[in-house]
DNA sequence: GATGAATGAGAGTTCATTCAT
DNA sequence: CATGAATGAACTCTCATTCAT
């Protein structure tokens, strides 16, 4: 037990350290990616700001690509964990609870601009994170669904449609909300589209017969 | 008038060969984009699908970047022309115009997912090809407007947001499609979405006293 | 004679045309040299500012080069013409005479910097030119050669020495000032380089003994 | 101490060998310059010939041009070094501390006609070339003044002119010789060249008065 | 584990020259 | 004669990736 407690404790640290490593070079290349999209970026460039050898960054990451692929990873964790702390089925209104989600996410996009444009323009090149986006939006709808299902109970939306439908739209309205921003509305914050962009395609969801 | 009507013609053959020679160049780019994006495909290959050599490519477009320019600007003429033939004031519903402008966009966009990917990809890549996508938003947006408007008179369209709202957002929903287009539903006719998703937003355009 | 005499004409005019069009090709080309070393400059330019196409250029001049040489062979004539209406053995001095060469040169070459540097380094590129260059020189220094066995015989110059010795570099100087201008003096006029330095190598020409 | 002895071993190693490879590099270039004009010379020969691929090249030397400067700062501090160990106040003579400055630039440049003449192309080109060819002759001149200026209080040189232009054109006297043989005597040692020139022109330095 | 020198395929671009019109 | 579209070899330079140290 001895040794072993030892190795674990070498082991611990050095993961420690490489653990602090790989966060460095991910923290490096998103710094960079503020400026410029990621395929104007070079290795090198990243390496330099993460203070490490060009080779170094190819011990973290297979190919230069991965790292994208790692970041998003990441993202998509930060995500679930945020999800998973949410009870869509408890809440009063589904609708605020998917207003929360996209709020959540949009803050997180929105800080910066050419990050977000670098992680889609990857998304158009890689079917690989298109999966892995995919699977995140996924994951959201089932989310949605679940308070789409009591919000269709309670009457809060409408019924000509399926949850199912309802959960999907919603989640995919944070979309135009992101081309918007990203196409045409730089200087605006993400979150303020997302907004108002909510509040005028909610009759879209919502029950008609309550006001009758 | 002999030798002037002579040497237009030679012009005017040369110039048709021109202009050959230039739609030969763009139609290999754009058939290269649909199987890969266009910052992944050379000049030389280019020239070569056209049949030209590789500094023919460069008579005819400074860089490589301005034949995607040259590309965006034909697709924009050509929406534009569809525009002008649209008489959105004079149609019985405006809603119904709106969609076949959608529809007519989606079936251009939708012959291609990688080529629609690349123009992406350049649009997030280049404030120039933005801004000029933007305009081509814009001038949409203006058309559908004047339907807007004379809908929300006849009471066709909900009356508590501004005509140019509902104009906004009935032309950026496009956009929802064009991102499940080509990050979730590949296989999927892009039409089918648009006409799904159309469907589906309605509600939150249309007035709903009509039902009472 | 009558057919004769019309062809005469029409080649006569036609000619005056073609040399017209030549010396348009030359002095566009000069004026391009003035501001860029000629490899710098491309035949397009050339063929706009002379107000003809392109290929017009090579109907003259078989290639880019041989521009440069039928450039070089005008100022060598020019010199020829200047040196021909000099008499070195009826002048005074004959130190005067090769003065009046050397700044008449220096006139020429003063013109433009970058001309004079560009016929330098074509000089140095290709033997042919050198060959043109080394025929005028040795043109020169014939010249001159009557003029120093005069100043010899007359007692004005040194006599340890063979006039063919004298004759070499007095003309060689000239070559003295060309450098330090081009590399050096570049805001200095050549042809007052060309004073002084003649001036500060007069003792190695002249015969000390004049003074006693 | 001892992981920093055995690093620097080791980076001392790596040091050598891409000194090794910088020097291959020059040496290959300079090889190809006694062909042909550096501007004749592409990079893809260069690396060739020094035997490293074609993008170690430019690890060295950021752009194709740079290479010849440092090859001129090379040829740049060896005269000064050669210039250092010479204490032209102490001489006998100070002519003859001129002629063996000369010589041994003559030696040297006189290895290679080709490659002078690159490097003569290269400083009409560029601007920082002659920028710095002129300091080394300025250097050179200052080295020079000393010892005219002990030469002049001896009675070596003449008097009616400053020290600063004895050194001024005795320098520059290199230049003839240089041009002489660039332009026509291709085939004679440069050094012989600089002996009979300094021997022609000696008379325009040394005092006439005192012999007699 | 970390390094960074070396790689080399490939990029976009230029331009003297040709030749059909 | 004049044109200018077409050519294509050659150019300099980039950068993700490898690997000996």
């Given at each position: 037990?001895?040794?072993?407690?030892?190795?674990?404790?070498?082991?611990?640290?050095?993961?420690?350290?490489?653990?602090?490593?790989?966060?460095?070079?991910?923290?490096?290349?998103?710094?960079?990616?503020?400026?410029?999209?990621f395929d104007?970026?070079?290795?090198?460039?990243?390496?330099?700001?993460?203070?490490?050898?060009?080779?170094?960054?190819?011990?973290?990451?297979?190919t230069?690509e991965q790292l994208l692929h790692a970041y998003m990873e990441?993202m998509i964790?930060?995500v679930?964990?945020?999800?998973?702390?949410?009870?869509?089925?408890?809440?009063?209104?589904?609708?605020?609870?998917?207003?929360?989600?996209?709020?959540?996410i949009?803050?997180?996009d929105?800080?910066?601009?050419?990050?977000t444009r670098s992680i889609m323009v990857a998304c158009c090149q890689s079917a690989e994170l298109r999966q892995r986006m995919m699977e995140l939006v996924q994951e959201a709808t089932?989310?949605?669904?679940?308070?789409?299902?009591?919000?269709?109970?309670?009457?809060?939306?409408?019924?000509?449609?399926?949850?199912?439908?309802?959960?999907?739209?919603?989640v995919r309205?944070y979309r135009?909300?992101l081309m918007?921003?990203m196409?045409?509305?730089?200087?605006?914050?993400?979150?303020?589209?997302?907004?108002?962009?909510?509040?005028?395609?909610?009759?879209?969801?919502?029950?008609?017969?309550?006001?009758?």
């Amino acid at each position: 037990m001895g040794p072993n407690v030892r190795q674990s404790h070498r082991t611990g640290r050095r993961e420690r350290r490489k653990e602090e490593t790989r966060q460095r070079i991910i923290t490096a290349a998103l710094e960079l990616m503020k400026d410029k999209p990621f395929d104007q970026i070079t290795v090198e460039e990243i390496a330099e700001r993460a203070d490490v050898a060009k080779g170094t960054f190819f011990l973290y990451f297979h190919t230069k690509e991965q790292l994208l692929h790692a970041y998003m990873e990441e993202m998509i964790e930060d995500v679930y964990e945020f999800l998973e702390q949410l009870h869509p089925e408890t809440a009063e209104s589904q609708w605020e609870v998917l207003r929360q989600v996209m709020l959540y996410i949009a803050s997180r996009d929105g800080l910066s601009l050419a990050l977000t444009r670098s992680i889609m323009v990857a998304c158009c090149q890689s079917a690989e994170l298109r999966q892995r986006m995919m699977e995140l939006v996924q994951e959201a709808t089932q989310h949605a669904l679940m308070g789409f299902i009591a919000g269709q109970q309670k009457g809060e939306f409408r019924r000509d449609v399926s949850p199912e439908t309802l959960a999907h739209y919603a989640v995919r309205l944070y979309r135009l909300c992101l081309m918007e921003w990203m196409m045409e509305k730089e200087d605006a914050p993400l979150t303020e589209l997302v907004e108002r962009t909510l509040a005028f395609f909610k009759p879209a969801f919502v029950a008609q017969e309550v006001e009758r």
